[in-house]
């Protein structure tokens, strides 16, 4: 496709404005084409302008209006009709369907500052025309004058607007008349709906508007948001067919303004904001809704309560609507959750905008006019409760007073209301050319030249200018929002004579709103973080203001905020940690989350600090080398006495960089137990190895060979945060020993498997490893240590199926290799059987049950315990490992350790079917990733969902789910958990479908 040549297409245009203004003047004997561009010098879009002044010409022509004497009496006419033809294509569709109201453009004066637009006038302009021979037009005549006369209104105001050297003066008395006008089209409407409905009417109504209508900042072109409340006539019972003929009337108010006809639509009216959003019912009384903000609302429409504001229909019943339901906007901001629910919904708006129009989207984007809007409304839900003042609706009321009353300093509550102005403009004049929704700055560039225009009528009208212009106040505001919420809290924490004035009480209602739950506490840590003219306290209270928002975006911001200063008096006296609070964004936000988030990972944190360097760069995040975490090992404990203590060192900086990548969400749940399992195998071996040296040289015995077999979770390499290390310990004399060394073996060898176990569980400010040996044969009465033949004797003669079960996890980790491959050679006929006789079948699926009947804690919910629960990891476990006891000798791919492993390989060979197989993958992942959550969270394990909603918030953020999404969580676990069970019922117990 040929590109075209700009300079082509400009003279094509100058060609056809040229063309059509000499129409023009052909018809009214005017000289506009001589010199088009000085001509139409006013138009933000000269060909347009020129189009349109011949359509308003050819309509007058043919309604027998007389143009050029019009022209000719008024010395306003022709501006007004090519800023109008050249802004907006919309009016002028009026203006031809219209012509008539022409004559008004010439003569009527200013619209914004006269009479005619105040409330009452409007009102009185609609009854007016819709009064005929002392009745009211109803039907399509009724539609009809309802909708010309409300265009012929907004056609002035697009005049006056288009044609004012300094839109963004006059931007919010625009804003005020298009929503005065709603309102006055509403009550007209009403009046309609009333006089149709006729003397049968017992209902009336009250009309409510809520968003940018309620607050009267209504753009140009808008849905406009309501909802209705209604009650029985004066005299009249509440009844079903009062409630009906309110709907009714509700209903046809909508049908007027909205609906099909001759003459379009105004715009869509949007009901969704009613209790119960569209399936709730369209007209409430106003009991109803007091009933269901009381018990059922949720946080967002407490907010949206806001901007309620009653505009048409009964009077009375509108004042009893502020007066018992609009109150109910004050409580929101003590509401659990409300402040990280809010946001959550912005985050959710922000990220359905199309990528590439982020940058371009002024209502939307970051930085545009919701984070405007946004950032004072939470301002009000905070200080609203205290202060009457602050309880107005619309954005640039309410910043003046948050300025007058010291919540935002003056050079704040400025650049908001200057940047708000101005998008408004811009918005306005993207709506203004088509009368359609648009917020979204164009990519073409004639257009994006002509919208230029439109917002700068006079000096440099050009697109850098616009463009430079919008990007200040959009960063500016984006810079803001942090800064306004919490720099006043540090200045008051510390006196600051530079402070916005803000009290302490004021700044603890703030924090309290955040989240915060001991606001004096949090005062006391940021001014001992704060205070001070030295160089860390200015550091730190640079970063503070935006770390206090991000410790508030987590679960618990105190301790955030505890863990931050406790982080940081171990720190301040370095270089590099003050340069990483200064200069890295992405380490300081995510060091916020951590510490607000896990206290598991904040633990180790701190008895690592230096690791927090980690936290800027995810690269020295990702999963260390085996061998290189086994080479560390080696390097310090060779340089200390106390070996296994380095080496639990080394052990506890791996921990942390997992849980530290884990509460980031850099890892997945394979990974995350691949590197927990790297970890705690390779801490055993090498304890192992430095306890056999220690040991083996005091007591002069070394010749034997030692090893170390990991068993259930830690066998299966899915070990979480706080899983035991289940072991069993085999041993084999060498050739060398003398008979009084090979009796002392056993007892040495039980010692060295006892150093080991007491090292590596001995408390200190490293995680443990958890030896536990009680699976062995015979159990805790059973030998510590065997040899391989003691092993393979019991296992011939003694051996129960469970402990075959139990050996399908069995895996050497640490010590000789040679032996870990003997004894799984030995193990191996046992737990990968020719043939399973049915009676170990009937005994594997009775011991299964009395498990869930006897080990589940009592009082315990069955649904939610996450091992031995309905659908848990233990049936899931159970179902593979029959499989693999049944299937594994004929099909190879069963032999592994790994539970997902071996239910891949099931489904694969035809086992277990793919959907069977998928749910019970879900289950075990579900559960899998809820159970290392919660210790990431609470920093101890747990066994079951929890019932608490900060625990169950905390977990599903841990896991990715939006603010807000404990519930939902619950239901993907009890639903993933309910279908495992179906399957295990089926495949273990063998159940046939129809009897689960």
């Not at 690269?619 to 404990?637: K, N, V």
């Amino acid at each position: 496709m040929r590109k075209k040549d700009p300079a082509r297409h400009r003279s094509q245009a100058l060609e056809r404005t040229q063309r059509f203004l000499g129409q023009f003047d052909e018809m009214l004997g005017t000289q506009l084409a001589q010199d088009p561009e000085s001509a139409l010098a006013a138009a933000a879009d000269r060909d347009s302008a020129a189009l349109g002044l011949v359509r308003i010409a050819e309509a007058c022509q043919q309604n027998d209006i007389n143009l050029r004497q019009l022209l000719d009496e008024s010395p306003i006419l022709l501006n007004r009709l090519i800023i109008v033809s050249g802004g907006s294509e919309a009016t002028v569709d009026h203006l031809v369907r219209w012509p008539q109201f022409i004559r008004t453009l010439a003569h009527e004066p200013d619209f914004i500052d006269s009479l005619a637009s105040t409330p009452e006038a409007l009102e009185d302009t609609f009854t007016e025309a819709l009064a005929d021979k002392g009745s009211l037009l109803t039907g399509d005549e009724g539609i009809t004058a309802l909708r010309r006369t409300y265009r012929d209104l907004v056609t002035r105001l697009v005049v006056q607007d288009l044609e004012h050297a300094q839109p963004e003066e006059i931007v919010e008395d625009v804003t005020r008349v298009l929503s005065d006008l709603a309102a006055a089209v509403f009550q007209a409407a009403y009046k309609i709906a009333e006089v149709e409905q006729g003397e049968r009417l017992r209902a009336r109504i009250a009309v409510v508007a809520m968003g940018k209508c309620g607050a009267r900042e209504l753009n140009y072109v808008s849905d406009v948001d309501v909802i209705f409340a209604y009650a029985p006539r004066e005299g009249e019972e509440l009844d079903d067919e009062v409630r009906e003929q309110a709907t009714h009337l509700a209903t046809r108010v909508t049908e007027l303004i909205s609906g099909g006809a001759h003459e379009p639509a105004l715009w869509e009216i949007d009901t969704a904001l009613r209790p119960e959003g569209k399936s709730g019912a369209l007209v409430r009384t106003i009991d109803e809704f007091v009933q269901y903000y009381q018990k059922v609302a949720h946080n967002w429409e407490f907010q949206a309560l806001l901007k309620a504001r009653p505009i048409a229909g009964c009077p009375e019943l509108c004042e009893q609507f502020e007066d018992d339901v609009s109150p109910f906007v004050w409580t929101a901001g003590a509401r659990s959750g409300f402040v990280s629910e809010v946001r959550s919904m912005r985050r959710r708006v922000v990220s359905l905008i199309p990528k590439n129009e982020l940058d371009r989207h002024i209502k939307l984007g970051p930085g545009g006019l919701r984070d405007v809007e946004f950032t004072v409304q939470l301002l009000q839900l905070v200080h609203g409760p205290h202060d009457e003042d602050l309880r107005v609706r619309s954005t640039g009321g309410a910043l003046r007073i948050l300025s007058s009353h010291n919540y935002l300093a003056s050079h704040e509550a400025r650049t908001l209301a200057s940047a708000y102005r101005f998008m408004r403009v811009v918005e306005h004049r993207l709506q203004i050319p088509r009368m359609a929704r648009e917020a979204v700055l164009p990519e073409r560039a004639s257009k994006l030249r002509a919208l230029a225009r439109s917002v700068y009528p006079v000096e440099e009208r050009s697109v850098d200018r616009l463009k430079k212009e919008l990007a200040g106040h959009m960063r500016a505001v984006r810079a803001l929002h942090k800064q306004i919420f919490y720099r006043p809290i540090l200045d008051a924490a510390t006196g600051s004579a530079q402070m916005s004035t803000v009290s302490e009480a004021v700044a603890r209602d703030r924090l309290t709103a955040f989240g915060y739950q001991d606001p004096a506490a949090a005062m006391r840590h940021i001014r001992a973080l704060s205070t001070g003219l030295n160089r860390v306290a200015y550091v730190q209270r640079q970063v503070l203001p935006a770390l206090l928002d991000w410790f508030s975006r987590g679960v618990d911001p105190d301790a955030g905020l505890v863990a931050f200063r406790r982080l940081s008096e171990g720190l301040s006296h370095t270089t590099w940690y003050l340069a990483m609070l200064r200069d890295s964004g992405v380490a300081v936000k995510n060091m916020a989350r951590v510490l607000s988030l896990s206290r598991f990972a904040s633990d180790l944190l701190i008895s690592h600090p230096q690791s927090v360097q980690w936290l800027g760069n995810n690269e020295r995040l990702q999963p260390s080398e085996p061998d290189a975490i086994a080479t560390r090992m080696r390097e310090r404990s060779r340089r200390r006495d106390d070996g296994v203590a380095a080496i639990r060192k080394v052990y506890g900086e791996e921990i942390l960089r997992t849980s530290l990548a884990d509460t980031l969400g850099l890892y997945d749940l394979d990974t995350v137990m691949t590197a927990l399992t790297n970890a705690m195998d390779i801490t055993v071996h090498q304890a192992l190895s430095h306890v056999r040296m220690r040991l083996d040289a005091m007591s002069g015995i070394d010749d034997y060979r030692f090893c170390i077999i990991a068993m259930g979770r830690l066998g299966g390499a899915e070990i979480g945060y706080y899983s035991d290390a289940d072991v069993m310990f085999v041993y084999e004399p060498g050739e060398t020993l003398t008979p009084a060394q090979r009796e002392a073996l056993p007892s040495h060898a039980k010692q060295v498997a006892l150093t080991l176990t007491s090292e590596l569980e001995t408390r200190s400010a490293e995680p443990i490893v958890d030896i536990d040996a009680d699976l062995r044969p015979e159990g805790k009465s059973g030998p510590l240590v065997r040899t391989l033949s003691s092993y393979a004797k019991y296992y011939a003669a003694w051996s129960e199926p469970w402990e075959a079960q139990a050996l399908l996890r069995a895996r050497p980790i640490a010590g000789d290799e040679e032996l870990g491959q003997a004894f799984t050679r030995l193990i191996d006929p046992l737990r990968y059987p020719e043939e399973v006789p049915e009676s170990s079948l009937m005994q594997m699926r009775r011991l299964k049950a009395r498990m869930e009947s006897e080990r589940l804690p009592r009082g315990g919910d069955k649904k939610r315990h996450l091992k031995l629960g309905t659908g848990g990891l233990s049936d899931v476990e159970w179902t593979v490992q029959m499989l693999q006891l049944q299937h594994a000798h004929t099909h190879p791919g069963l032999r592994t350790t790994s539970t997902l492993d071996a239910l891949h390989a099931a489904t694969q060979n035809g086992l277990i079917d793919e959907d069977s197989a998928h749910k019970l993958e879900a289950a075990w992942t579900i559960a899998s990733r809820v159970r290392s959550a919660a210790v990431l969270y609470k920093g101890r394990g747990s066994d079951s969902l929890p019932t608490d909603e900060t625990e169950l918030e905390a977990i599903a953020l841990l896991l990715g789910y939006e603010p807000g999404g404990g519930y939902q969580l619950v239901d993907d676990y009890l639903g993933a958990t309910r279908r495992a069970r179906k399957v295990m019922e089926h495949v273990f117990f063998g159940f046939e479908p129809e009897d689960i």
